[in-house]
């Protein structure tokens, strides 16, 4: 259908796994905050190096079978991402090696916490204002307008 490729090509999906990563980070990160006081509590939290790698190669792939950037991406489990039917995936998280290791046995630091959280959040408006962009254009194409 028209509509399947248009809503596959160019940066949408890309944009659209961008944005569940950020979305579920959010909620990790928030979280780690709500048991920053919890003893034995160890924080958790997915790498968005790792994140940026894996959407890299899953991009690349499609290049590589369509010679462009059409289709749907072709997401792969790995260690931190765990693809669902439907397209969809769920971040896997990891024990984070940050913060001081406290006497209750909870690894705090509430600086890298606030600072993990604002640029998660910094990545999501982003990733946000780039599809509402996208979007509108589709949508002035799908009116007639100019």
Do not use: C
Not at 58 to 87: P, W
């Amino acid at each position: 259908m028209i509509l399947d490729d248009v809503l596959s090509s160019g940066a949408l999906p890309a944009l659209e796994a961008t944005i569940r990563f950020a979305g579920q980070r959010n909620r990790l990160i928030g979280h780690n905050i709500a048991n920053i006081t919890t003893p034995n509590f160890q924080q958790k939290d997915v790498s968005p190096r790792d994140f940026q790698d894996w959407l890299a190669r899953a991009v690349d792939d499609r290049r590589a079978k369509t010679g462009g950037g059409h289709g749907e991406l072709e997401l792969d489990s790995d260690r931190q991402f765990r693809v669902q039917r439907g397209g969809g995936f769920e971040i896997e998280p990891l024990k984070s090696n940050g913060g001081v290791l406290a006497h209750d046995r909870n690894n705090r630091d509430l600086e890298l916490l606030m600072q993990d959280l604002a640029e998660n959040l910094a990545a999501y408006q982003v990733a946000t204002d780039l599809m509402r962009s996208q979007m509108g254009t589709i949508g002035v194409a799908i009116s007639q307008r100019v």
